[in-house]
């Protein structure tokens, strides 16, 4: 086992697992997940975490890929404000609806450092720093779920 491999048993764990990959990405952040709502980006420190990422300069890109979008702009209002406030470097899109029952989840910052939670419903994951041969597979799924899915508009609505 690559000494860089760190088994991720609760979901404390596995949050701070998701802080850790985030501070350490400078330029790129690929998220893939059901909905985020696990992932708690909403929670004022992870949020200044993504803020602080996505403020470093014109170059940073966090690329989203979520089954159900809603959640995003209805359980996580500030989570989404951030995303429209930084939409030059947001980009959200929705898995094909024939990929749907894919349970795992990843994030993966600069091709190096990732964490994979192998089932959506439990936390037990796997965080991997300074790897990019072992994050190859995982980066490239992820590429292939980005070209399959939809890009979202992350507008804020209002009614009638």
């Not at 029952?101 to 994979?116: A, K």
């Not at 597979?137 to 779920?145: A, D, V």
Request: glycine share 4%.
């Amino acid at each position: 086992m690559n000494s860089a491999y760190t088994e991720i048993i609760g979901e404390a764990s596995y949050r701070a697992a998701i802080d850790s990959v985030i501070e350490n990405s400078d330029r790129e952040i690929a998220i893939f997940d059901r909905d985020l709502i696990a992932m708690r980006l909403d929670e004022p420190a992870r949020l200044n975490r993504l803020k602080a990422f996505l403020e470093r300069g014109a170059d940073q890109r966090l690329r989203i890929v979520v089954h159900d979008p809603i959640p995003l702009t209805h359980k996580t209002p500030r989570l989404a404000q951030l995303f429209v406030r930084c939409k030059a470097w947001v980009e959200v899109r929705q898995s094909p609806e024939t990929l749907r029952q894919l349970c795992d989840s990843h994030v993966i910052g600069d091709r190096n450092n990732g964490l994979r939670r192998f089932h959506a419903n439990h936390p037990r994951s796997a965080l991997i720093a300074g790897d990019a041969d072992y994050l190859n597979p995982w980066l490239k799924r992820f590429n292939e779920l980005w070209d399959l899915s939809e890009a979202q508009t992350l507008g804020i609505t209002t009614g009638l």
